[in-house]
C-alpha cells in the first residue's frame, strides 16, 4: 500500500508523510510539530533536537514491514530516544485515542437499547483498563530497568527476556469489540458509528505496530545492551 | 469469518518472499501473519520461537534436514508444510510435504491450496464439518453461564456434562463467533437477547 524504500536524511520530511501517512504519527510521538515546510528529514530532525538515526530507524522499520526481531541494529540508534518516543506513545493512547474513542462511541450508540450501550461501554472500559496496565508496567518497571543499564546498573533480579516472554498482543481485545459493532450491533446504522469503526480499525494497525517495535526493534536492542554490562 | 493462520515462509530469495508475503495478505477469508526465514541456519531456530501453522519451504534451501525431524525439532508436531516450486522437482524429495505450490501459482489456486489444507485441519480437529457459524442451544446455555460468571465445573454440573465437553464447547464458541473473553460474550449475550442485564452479578 505504501512505498517501502530505505528513507535518508536528506529525503524530504514532507515526502515522508504523504507517502506513509501513519508517520504523521511517529513524527509527532517524536516531538516534531507539521508545518515543516521543504526541509528535509535530517534538517527537520535536528532543528527539533530529534536524534536523526532513531527517527528513521523507526520509520525504517516500520515502512518496511519488518516482521522479525531486527538483528543489525544501526550503532547510532539512540536507546534514551527510543525510550522517549515509546512513552508518548503511550501517553498518546492513553491521554488521547482510547477516551477520544470512548466519547464518539458513547455518542454513536446513544440511540440503541441502554442495556447494550451499557455492555458495549463497559467491555470499551475493562479495554481500556488492560491497554493501562500493559502500558503502565512497561513505564513502572520496563523503562526503568533500562534506565538502570544506560547507566551501567545491572539489576539482577530483571532481565529483558522476562518482558519478551510475557508482552502479550494488545490488540487483540480491540479486534473483538470490532468483530462484536460489525456483526451484533442492534441499532440501526449511523455516521458517528462507522466513524467509530474507522478509529477502530486505525487503532488496532497503530497498536500492532508499537508492538512491533517494542518486540522486533526495542527489545533486541535492549538484549545487546545487557551483552555489554555482563 | 476470516481464519487467522500463522505462516513462515523459508525462502532465500527476497523478491520470492516478499512477492508471496504479498499474495498471502491480500487473500480474502483470510487472516494471515508471516514470518520470514532467509537461510537454513535459522530454520529451526526461527520456528521454535514463532510456532506457524503452515511452512512454506524451498525444498533446495541449502541445508540437509529431515521434515519431521525439524518439526519434533521445533516443537510444532500439527505444523503442515508446503514445497514451494520453481520447477519440476523429484517426487521423492516432495513426498514428506503436504502439498505444493509453484511460483506460477495463481492467487486462486493459492487461496484454494490454502482452503484444502485448513479444511482438513478443521475437520480431523472436531470430527465434523460445521460451516455454520450460528450457536447451537446447547451452546448459548453455556454462553449465558459463562456471562454470569460460572466456572467450568459449576457449568458442568449445572448442565450435567464433563468438564471436558464444556470446554470444547467454550472452544467452537470462541471459534464461530471470533469472541474470546467474557465480557466480549456478555455483549453478545445481551445483544441477542440471551439474557437480561439484571440478571448478571457484579
Redo the contacts between chains.
Keep these: 500500500m505504501y512505498k517501502n524504500g530505505k528513507y535518508r536524511e536528506t529525503d524530504k520530511m514532507s515526502d515522508l508523510i504523504c507517502e506513509n501517512y501513519p508517520m504523521v504519527l511517529v513524527m509527532s510521538r517524536f516531538g516534531i510539530a507539521l508545518g515543516f515546510g521543504e526541509k528535509n528529514i535530517g534538517e527537520v530532525c535536528r532543528q527539533n533536537g530529534v536524534d536523526p538515526c532513531t527517527f528513521l530507524t523507526v520509520v525504517n522499520f516500520l515502512t518496511e514491514e519488518v516482521?522479525?526481531p531486527v538483528t543489525n541494529i544501526d550503532k547510532c540508534l539512540s536507546i534514551e530516544a527510543l525510550i522517549a518516543y515509546l512513552h508518548k506513545a503511550h501517553a498518546y493512547f492513553l491521554d488521547f485515542r482510547l477516551p477520544h474513542i470512548r466519547r464518539k462511541l458513547t455518542d454513536a450508540i446513544a440511540g440503541c437499547p441502554k442495556?447494550?450501550a451499557?455492555?458495549?461501554t463497559?467491555?470499551f472500559d475493562?479495554?481500556a483498563t488492560e491497554v493501562n496496565k500493559h502500558m503502565l508496567y512497561e513505564e513502572k518497571t520496563v523503562f526503568p530497568y533500562v534506565r538502570g543499564l544506560l547507566k551501567g546498573v545491572r539489576d539482577p533480579k530483571y532481565n529483558i527476556t522476562i518482558f519478551r516472554k510475557h508482552h502479550d498482543q494488545i490488540e487483540?481485545?480491540i479486534?473483538?469489540?470490532k468483530?462484536?459493532l460489525i456483526?451484533?450491533?442492534?441499532g440501526p446504522g449511523n455516521n458517528l458509528l462507522n466513524s467509530v469503526l474507522f478509529d477502530i480499525f486505525a487503532t488496532e494497525q497503530d497498536l500492532s505496530s508499537h508492538n512491533h517495535v517494542e518486540d522486533f526493534l526495542f527489545v533486541p536492542a535492549i538484549l545487546a545492551l545487557e551483552k555489554t554490562i555482563q | 469469518m476470516s481464519t487467522n493462520i500463522k505462516i513462515a515462509i523459508a525462502e532465500s530469495s527476497a523478491i520470492i518472499r516478499c512477492g508471496l508475503e504479498t499474495l498471502l495478505k491480500r487473500l480474502p477469508g483470510f487472516r494471515i501473519?508471516?514470518?520470514?526465514i532467509t537461510a537454513a541456519d535459522s530454520l529451526t531456530e526461527?520456528l521454535r520461537i514463532y510456532k506457524p501453522d503452515i511452512l512454506i519451504m524451498n525444498p533446495s534451501i541449502p541445508g540437509n534436514f529431515n521434515l519431521q525431524h525439524l518439526k519434533d525439532e521445533c516443537g510444532c508436531p500439527d505444523m503442515r508444510c508446503f514445497a514451494l516450486l520453481y520447477n519440476v522437482s523429484d517426487p521423492l524429495l516432495l513426498r514428506p510435504y503436504d502439498d505444493q505450490i509453484s511460483v506460477y501459482d495463481s492467487p486462486d489456486e493459492l487461496k484454494q491450496k490454502l482452503e484444502r489444507l485448513n479444511a482438513e485441519e478443521v475437520s480431523s480437529e472436531e470430527g465434523e464439518s460445521d460451516d455454520q457459524q450460528t450457536l447451537s442451544s446447547r451452546e448459548k446455555e453455556i454462553v449465558v453461564c459463562v456471562v454470569k460468571g460460572m466456572t467450568n465445573r459449576e457449568i458442568a454440573d449445572r448442565l450435567y456434562l464433563s468438564t471436558h465437553t464444556v470446554i470444547t464447547h467454550r472452544r467452537n464458541i470462541a471459534r464461530k463467533?471470533?469472541?474470546?473473553?467474557a465480557?466480549?460474550l456478555?455483549?453478545?449475550a445481551?445483544?441477542?437477547k440471551l439474557i437480561?442485564?439484571k440478571d448478571l452479578n457484579g
Design positions: 516482521s522479525e442495556d447494550v451499557f455492555v458495549i463497559k467491555f475493562d479495554y487483540m481485545k479486534i473483538e469489540l468483530n462484536i456483526k451484533y450491533y442492534p | 501473519q508471516i514470518s520470514e526461527g463467533l471470533q469472541v474470546h473473553s465480557s466480549g456478555t455483549v453478545y445481551i445483544v441477542n437480561e442485564l
